[in-house]
C-alpha cells in the first residue's frame, strides 16, 4: 500500500509541476526557434554549458566518475573509457549551466536563465554511448521520493 502511494504521489507531482511550467510565463523574447540535434540530451529546456558526471554504483568509496560538458542546446557525448558492459547502470547527474529555452516553446531565449539545481537519472552504458538518454526533472522527483 504504501509503495502505491509513494507512485501515485510522484506521478501527482509529475502532473502538477508539468501543468505549472506550462503555465510559466516570460523568459523567452527571442524568435530563434531550434531543433536538438541526435545524442544525450540534459533538459528542463535545453541545458547549455551544465556540468555532468556520469558514476558507477559501487557499494564503496572507490567509485569512478566520468565528466563532460552539455553544448550549447544540452547535448552531450559519452565515450566509454573505463570499460563498463553495456548492460551496466551508471548514475548521470547534471548541474549548473543555464536554461535557454525557460518557458519550453521551443524558441531561444534572449537571456538565458541559470541553472541552480541538480537533476539525476539512471540509464545503461550502452543507451549513453548509442546517444539515447535525455536526463530531465521528472526521475528526479521520483528519485527524492
Not at 511550467?21 to 544525450?40: K, P
Not at 555532468?52 to 566518475?65: G, Q, R, T
Not at 573505463?82 to 534572449?110: M, P
Request: proline residues 3%.
Amino acid at each position: 500500500m504504501k509503495k502505491n502511494l509513494k507512485i501515485f504521489m510522484a506521478y501527482l507531482i509529475s502532473i502538477v509541476v508539468s501543468l505549472f511550467l506550462f503555465g510559466c510565463g516570460g523568459g523567452s523574447t527571442g524568435d530563434s526557434s531550434y531543433t536538438l540535434s541526435s545524442g544525450n540530451h540534459a533538459m528542463l529546456g535545453p541545458l547549455s554549458g551544465a556540468n555532468v558526471k556520469i558514476c558507477e554504483l559501487a557499494y564503496n568509496s572507490d567509485f569512478v566518475c566520468l565528466e563532460t560538458k552539455t553544448d550549447k542546446l544540452g547535448t552531450f557525448s559519452f565515450s566509454n573509457t573505463k570499460g563498463w558492459g553495456s548492460d551496466q547502470i551508471v548514475l548521470v547527474i547534471v548541474s549548473g549551466g543555464e536554461d535557454v529555452d525557460y518557458d519550453d516553446n521551443g524558441l531561444l531565449d534572449a537571456k538565458p536563465t541559470p541553472n541552480k539545481g541538480v537533476i539525476r537519472g539512471f540509464a545503461k552504458v550502452g543507451d549513453l554511448a548509442a546517444g539515447k538518454v535525455n536526463i530531465t526533472f521528472l526521475p528526479t522527483l521520483y528519485i527524492i521520493m
